[in-house]
């Protein structure tokens, strides 16, 4: 939901619109903003997962090369584990 904050929010990072990939400077994962509320961005990582909340100012947009490299992980990931369940 597009709210007056969220409006706000984006107007002052806007790498913080929903589906803009991030880095996450704390824990240095790759992911996708969820959004905003109550202060603090909602994050998820690129390949799916459980989100996490995060202070914006431990938020930096991500470069070309992190989102590829993400993106590339998340296939080798998802190979992988289909390997795995055809081989059993």
């Known amino acids: 939901m597009l709210t007056n904050r ?11 619109r929903v589906g803009t990939v991030v880095v996450d400077t704390v824990g240095d994962p790759v992911a996708e903003c969820r959004g905003a ?8 990582p690129l390949g799916g997962g459980r989100e996490w909340d995060v202070a ?14 993400e993106r590339l992980a998340v296939e080798n990931r998802r190979a992988a584990w289909g390997r795995e369940v055809g081989a059993s």
């Open 56 to 69: 914006p100012d431990k938020v930096r947009p991500a470069t070309d090369g992190e989102i590829l490299g």
């Open 6 to 16: 969220t409006l706000e929010v984006e107007a002052e990072a806007p790498h913080s």
């Open 37 to 44: 509320t109550g202060g603090l961005w909602a994050l998820r």
